[in-house]
């Protein structure tokens, strides 16, 4: 396999808004609006009504509190420019539709603690939504105002890719980055099998990793990728290079390919990352290897389009992230439940395995999107 890349950064960066699962292009000018004038259904479901539970099997045990009416829920995100939260937003809300469920998304353009709360704080007054979706960056931020979220609005928080030990939720679709990294990791074996006859050549394939001090739980995903790597055998750590953002990571990338041209696998904790490695060696001033491979993390649209324009002889060989559509169906389950046990007061105290189950939900929806099945999870513009 020889790589001949096409140099088109600016059409990458043009079409760095499309999302993986999406292609939709208003989901954040429908963000920007801001809160819903709908005011809050009321109303509660008494009657089991026998939906499939397919998902979360055990919610069969709390039928009688699922929720049959028009439902509101807030989207709360750290901030609406975050392509991630544009992208899972645009894929959640006709699944949750189908259910009777409107989501709406808000957030601050430019995330500090004082803002979300704010939105947080509005949102509960105006009374308009039966349950808030929580993103935040600092979850101990939250945890003062589940108490007032719960007795002067019965409004349940539900803490979205955040464990029960966050403390930011009523209740949590939470997940693990941990095992995040494992399943980048095996993809990178995948890569490597592929390529067999290169890569046996190697006496060992040399890894360099970028990352960012102050993400300690992302930086588990690169825990979990290297845990892969290192039982396998085969890889070696060239260096771990504190390297956050596109720029950032432009700069280690020229500084990696100087010293070390012969890397083979550039493993970052988030994909913009990859498209600042991406720049640094089409620019066509490195030598490197044909081989060489970048791994990112939440499937963004500049990433995804990459993939789909390099194909398999690309340099952006994959990105990890959690399955909108999985992510989507988990909640057409859970939501109407805990909503209509909020609408007859009452706070559901899930037995530990369940809520063990939730709070490790969202890990089990882990995909790695690559050049193989990009268009499962993009669509051009």
């Known amino acids: 396999m020889k790589k001949f890349i096409p140099i088109l950064l ?31 259904t009321q109303g509660t479901t008494s009657e089991p009504s026998g939906f499939d539970y397919q998902m979360l099997s055990f919610l069969e045990n709390y039928d009688q509190y699922r929720y049959d009416g028009e439902m509101n829920v ?5 901030t609406t420019v975050a392509e991630y939260f544009v992208n899972s937003y645009a894929a959640w809300k006709p699944v949750l539709k189908e259910h009777n469920i409107n989501l709406e998304m808000v957030g601050p353009p430019v995330y500090t603690d004082e803002s979300l709360i704010n939105t947080l704080e509005s949102a509960l007054a105006s009374q308009k939504y039966d349950l808030i979706l929580l993103y935040p960056i600092a979850p101990s931020a939250i945890t003062p105002y589940l108490t007032t979220a719960w007795n002067d609005y019965k409004t349940p928080i539900v803490g979205y890719a955040f464990s029960p030990e966050t403390q930011c939720g009523h209740y949590y679709m939470g997940t693990s980055y941990y095992e995040a990294g494992k399943v980048m990791g095996q993809s990178i074996l995948k890569y490597v099998d592929a390529n067999k ?19 300690a739980e992302q930086y588990q995903r690169i825990v979990g ?31 990696v390919l100087n010293s070390y041209p012969d890397v083979e696998v550039i493993l970052t904790q988030i994909d913009n990352d990859v498209t600042g490695a991406y720049q640094a060696i089409s620019s066509g001033a490195y030598a490197c290897s044909d081989y060489l491979s970048l791994w990112g993390f939440d499937a963004t649209g500049a990433v995804c389009a990459q993939m789909y324009q390099d194909g398999v002889d690309g340099y952006v060989q994959g990105s990890t ?37 939730m709070g490790k939900l969202l890990a089990e929806y882990y995909v790695t999107v690559t050049p193989d099945n990009t268009d499962e999870y993009y669509t051009p513009n």
């Open 10 to 40: 600016a059409a990458s960066l043009i079409l760095s808004m499309a999302g993986c699962n999406s292609g939709n292009n208003n989901a954040q000018a429908q963000a920007a609006d801001g809160l819903s004038q709908e005011t809050k």
């Open 321 to 357: 992230f959690i399955d909108h559509k999985k992510a989507a169906e988990a909640m057409t389950e859970l939501l109407p439940i805990l909503i209509g046990a909020a609408k007859q007061d009452v706070m559901i105290d899930f037995k530990e395995e369940e809520a063990d189950r």
């Open 74 to 78: 807030l989207y709360l995100v750290s």
């Open 197 to 215: 006859d290169y890569f046996d050549t190697l006496d060992t394939i040399p890894v360099a990793i970028y990352k960012n001090s102050a993400g």
């Open 225 to 255: 990728a290297m845990d892969i790597l290192n039982a396998d055998g085969r890889f070696s750590l060239i260096n771990e290079y504190e390297a956050n953002g596109e720029s950032a990571c432009l700069t280690a990338t020229e500084t």
